[in-house]
């Protein structure tokens, strides 16, 4: 597969839920030291694809431990052309996406940013502080270079909003799973489910719930709904904490496990 032709995101998801299972999509930090061993690990721990942040410095979606995996991996010296450079010569066999804010975004040039993306081998876009309304520009630079671009749905979006927004997404809809910033949580918010399924109710995109899925009996429990999970925190924390590749993949193998068991 040549860095102009990436992995396709939507296409991995969707023969996932063909096959009648649920999809694993972890999030790792982009450009924390030996960040790409753990991208491999996590790979071949079972995932469907992977979500790669690009540190920002006002990092508003994010909590406490995603903050501070952005803030070491800045202090290493990551940039948004580092990271992509890196992934370029990565092939870790599974379609990956790019989380970052849009500021940064802007600064590089969308258009530049995307055709980065696809030289990179990356094929989707989550970028969690552009509303819809503003998001026009960013779509037709990311539509134009064949890069997908990953919706977030909030739990209290009216449900015209959520028809405007899977109209609009493309890879797979974010449904965040509850109101505030990303993070552990001790149980599921039951605000998970009902985000998921009111989206299910008005597409057939793959319907991903993230944003408070902390161990893997939650991301069955969501998964009774959602067609998978997007998990961040609980990755990225036992990256910062043990910085082995081995204990990476096995967390990760817990939610594999665990979705495959229903």
Not at 128 to 148: K, N, R, S, T
Request: include cysteine; charge should be negative; aromatic fraction near 4%.
């Amino acid at each position: 597969m040549s860095p102009t032709e990436p992995l396709s995101l939507q296409a991995a998801l969707e023969s996932r839920r063909e096959s009648g299972g649920k999809c694993l999509v972890p999030y790792l930090t982009g450009g924390l030291p030996g960040w790409e061993l753990m991208l491999s690990a996590v790979a071949s721990a079972g995932a469907d694809g992977i979500e790669v942040g690009i540190p920002f410095s006002d990092p508003v979606m994010d909590g406490p431990i995603i903050q501070e995996s952005s803030e070491l991996a800045l202090a290493a010296g990551a940039t948004p052309p580092g990271i992509l450079d890196a992934l370029s010569r990565l092939d870790c066999e599974v379609p990956l996406a790019v989380m970052t804010y849009v500021n940064l975004v802007y600064r590089f040039g969308y258009e530049r940013f995307a055709a980065s993306m696809v030289r990179a081998g990356v094929s989707a876009a989550i970028l969690p502080d552009v509303p819809l309304e503003e998001a026009g520009d960013w779509c037709a630079a990311a539509d134009a270079a064949g890069v997908q671009t990953v919706m977030l749905a909030a739990p209290t979006s009216p449900d015209e909003r959520l028809v405007s927004i899977v109209e609009r997404s493309s890879g797979f809809v974010y449904a965040v799973g509850l109101l505030g910033i990303t993070g552990e949580r001790d149980s599921l918010a039951a605000s998970a489910k009902v985000i998921a399924k009111r989206l299910k109710e008005v597409t057939d995109l793959p319907v991903l719930v993230g944003v408070g899925i902390s161990t893997p009996e939650q991301a069955v429990e969501v998964c009774e709904v959602a067609d998978g999970v997007v998990v961040g925190s609980a990755v990225v924390r036992r990256i910062v904490e043990t910085g082995s590749p081995e204990s990476v993949a096995e967390l990760v193998g817990t939610f594999r496990d665990a979705l495959d068991k229903g």
